[in-house]
């Protein structure tokens, strides 16, 4: 199972992206997808994620009211609309996805996905 993200690019603050990840490779169903985003010299950190089954959402204050995360889960496709960008979005944008239900892991950790995409470049420009 691979995952693709797409989308990416150079924007300026203020403007507008939208992210697509998309699974390829044999069926699987995943419990939750997400995005994470990397920025130089800086840890990975959570976005937002989306949790199949009653169709919760979840985003970081850092993003909240800005970005919003949708998809498919029949298709295990996740979107990230992003908003009103500024600087400190710049970042590699990473999706992941969840393909087990149980865990001791929130779905805002790293630690909650175990199928990651090869990420996605975000430039915001001033």
């Known amino acids: 199972v691979q995952l693709q993200a797409s989308g990416g690019g150079l924007v300026q603050a203020g403007g507008s992206l939208k992210l697509s990840c998309a699974a390829s490779?044999?069926?699987?169903?995943?419990?939750?997808m997400g995005w994470f985003r990397q920025a130089p010299g800086k840890e990975r950190e959570f976005v937002a994620a989306i949790r199949w089954n009653g169709g919760w959402t979840y985003s970081s204050n850092s993003v909240k009211g800005r970005f919003t995360i949708s998809g498919d889960n029949v298709k295990n496709t996740v979107y990230l609309q992003m908003n009103s960008l500024n600087l400190e979005d710049t970042a590699i944008y990473y999706c992941a996805a969840r393909t087990y239900s149980s865990g001791s892991y929130t779905v805002e950790a790293m630690q909650a996905y175990d199928v990651w995409g090869q990420g996605t470049q975000v430039t915001v420009s001033s």
């Open positions: 490779g044999r069926t699987f169903s995943s419990y939750a």
